[in-house]
DNA sequence: CCACAACGTGGCATATTGTCGCATCCCCTG
DNA sequence: CAGGGGATGCGACAATATGCCACGTTGTGG
């Protein structure tokens, strides 16, 4: 039986992913913080974790570390709310099986943990064409919106925008 | 001595690369397609490689895993004009120690190849904060336009904006 | 030499943004 | 319960930015 770790400091989210685990059938548990999260690796013994990298405290980058240390078994995915390819690469040598981006469905994390190479053939045939600014701006702006729990306020100051611009934004590409 | 193998389909790129390579003392080798870079690397046994991930047949990707084969302790770095968080991911779980995306100056490259894993402590103790939108979008237009050879035209079709606007945008970010 | 593609520039109509103000709602605290 | 603080939605208006067209220039290749 898999037994799934999710680790993020913030309560809602981590509840969030914590009820869709377990409507699909997982066993899971859960912690906050690093220091939790090394405590339940050692008891509960879990095979799988999620965990965010932003926490308070020590990185979830030093938690994959140290997580293996004592669990090498453990397939870990990375979840972080800007995606880095700087703190992307290290995750993965670090030892983690995948990271993806917030906001990430469960879907998407299910497929990180099952998905070994696959991806290699799409890359191969897929011709790479760069994405458009609006749509850059679009993820970017989706992106930071999460992190700031859909706080607009909070968001226009981090994007360095005026909160009447992302308003407008937002209705904008979210007709219905 | 350190033998470095350039990997681009793109000549102008992959010759100023070789430039800076060879006036920094390094002994190089270069190729512009997967077939290409494997012969050399059976015949001229590099020690380090620098690989463009998009190139016309097989990709960088597929490079990486199986020049490693034949190669196993070559060290990679992996080149891309937008980094994607997947691909870079894939990169590093095919066995390349780093991924940069363009434009990389040398020094970057060669702090990769050196770069072990001291990252892990600056991302423990920086605040990781969103970039603001206009950041955002100037360096998605600088990969896209360096992705086009500097072609203004070409690059603004594909960011699906119009010539004079990015024409007026570059004039803006770049005064002098 | 000509065709072609890309560049820089100006002008102008239209769209987007910044800024302010105001009403509302929610939460917390005295 | 009243009041303060913070968020939200929205209207209005001026300041900017953008799309679009046109023209002249330059460099390149047939």
Redesign the pocket.
């Given at each position: 039986m898999e037994k799934i770790l999710l680790v993020d400091d913030e309560d809602f989210f981590r509840e969030r992913l914590n009820r869709a685990f377990i409507r699909r059938g997982y066993t899971t548990c859960t912690a906050s913080c690093y220091d939790e999260a090394m405590a339940i690796t050692r008891k509960e013994q879990p095979t799988m974790a999620v965990v965010d990298l932003k926490m308070p405290g020590k990185s979830g980058l030093l938690l994959v570390k140290d997580a293996l240390v004592i669990a090498p078994e453990l397939r870990i995915v990375v979840l972080t709310g800007y995606g880095s390819i700087a703190t992307a690469t290290e995750a993965i040598k670090l030892g983690a099986i995948s990271y993806l981006a917030k906001p990430a469905d469960i879907d998407e994390i299910l497929k990180a943990f099952s998905n070994d190479s696959n991806l290699e053939l799409e890359s191969l045939t897929e011709d790479i064409l760069p994405p458009s600014l609006a749509r850059v701006e679009w993820e970017h702006i989706q992106r930071v919106l999460a992190d700031c729990d859909?706080?607009?306020?909070?968001a226009a100051k981090r994007l360095g925008?005026?909160?009447?611009?992302l308003?407008?934004?937002l209705?904008?590409y979210a007709p219905k």
């Open positions: 859909d706080n607009i306020s909070c925008i005026h909160r009447r611009t308003q407008r934004k209705y904008k």
